[in-house]
C-alpha cells in the first residue's frame, strides 16, 4: 500500500459529460503528480501541484483541469469527455525532496 | 511531446537468468533517474534511483548504470523471478519537476 489513495477506482460516463477524480496524498507529502496512461503506453505527465499551487504543467488538454486544497488533497475534472480520453488516471505523490513519487492505485475511466 | 525510453517492447527471459532493461533518454539536463515496475492494474512502484554524479548504483538484485555521454540507463535484474513479471519504466527528472516516464518494457519470465 503506498498510502496514496484514489476514487473511484472505475469510472464509466458517456461522451461529452464532466467527471471528478480524486486523490488523497500520503501523509505528509506535499506534492501531487496526475498521469494519464492509455491502454499499453507509458504515463504521461499531466499536472503537478505542490502545497496548493501548481507546478509544473505536461501535456493536459485545455478540457482538463486540475487543484490540490488546503487539506492537500486534490481532484483532476475532465470536461467534455471524448472516447480517447478512456485511460488510467494515476495520482502520485512525494514530499518535494526527490523525485521518488508514491502512486495510487489509479481511476480507470472509461467513455462509451 | 517529451519522451523517454522505447515503444513498449517485449523482453522474455528464462527463470534464474538475469536480466537487462534499456532505456534512452532525452534531457541532457536531468540528473535523477528511477526505475519504476508496474504490475497488471497495479499503480507503479519504485524500484531503484540514481543520481547524475553516479554512474552506477545496487539494490537487492538491482542494478542501475548510467551512462550520461550516450544519454542511456538500464536496469539489471540478477536471477529473474516470476513476481519479476511486469511492465518496467524508467523516468527522469530535472531538479524534482515534472518526473517524466518512457513507454516501458514488458519483462516476461518463463518457468
Known amino acids: 500500500d503506498s498510502g496514496v489513495t484514489q476514487t473511484p477506482k472505475h469510472l464509466i460516463t458517456a461522451t461529452g459529460q464532466r467527471v471528478t477524480l480524486r486523490c488523497s496524498p500520503r501523509?505528509?507529502?506535499?506534492?501531487v503528480y496526475w498521469y494519464q496512461q492509455s491502454l499499453d503506453q507509458g504515463l504521461q505527465f499531466l499536472i503537478q501541484?505542490?502545497?496548493?499551487?501548481?507546478?509544473a504543467k505536461g501535456n493536459i488538454l485545455e478540457r482538463f483541469s486540475a487543484q490540490q486544497f488546503p487539506d492537500l488533497h486534490s481532484e483532476l475534472n475532465l470536461s467534455s469527455l471524448e472516447l480517447g480520453d478512456s485511460a488510467l488516471y494515476f495520482c502520485?505523490?512525494?514530499?518535494?525532496?526527490?523525485?521518488?513519487?508514491?502512486f495510487g492505485e489509479g481511476s480507470r475511466l472509461t467513455v462509451l | 511531446g517529451e519522451s523517454v525510453g522505447l515503444h513498449l517492447p517485449t523482453l522474455s527471459v528464462q527463470e534464474g537468468d538475469n536480466s537487462i532493461i534499456n532505456c534512452a533518454y532525452s534531457n541532457s539536463a536531468s540528473d535523477y533517474f528511477i526505475w519504476y515496475k508496474q504490475e497488471s492494474g497495479k499503480g507503479p512502484q519504485f524500484i531503484i534511483d540514481i543520481r547524475s554524479n553516479m554512474d552506477k548504483r545496487q539494490g537487492q538484485r538491482v542494478t542501475v548504470l548510467l551512462n550520461k555521454t550516450v544519454k542511456h540507463l538500464s536496469l539489471q535484474i540478477a536471477a529473474t523471478q516470476p513476481g519479476d513479471s511486469a511492465v518496467y519504466f524508467c523516468a527522469e527528472t530535472q531538479s524534482s519537476y515534472k518526473l517524466i516516464f518512457g513507454s516501458g518494457t514488458r519483462l516476461l519470465v518463463r518457468p
Open positions: 501523509s505528509g507529502d506535499l506534492s
Open positions: 502520485a505523490s512525494s514530499g518535494g525532496g526527490t523525485g521518488e513519487l508514491f
Open positions: 501541484y505542490y502545497n496548493g499551487e501548481e507546478r
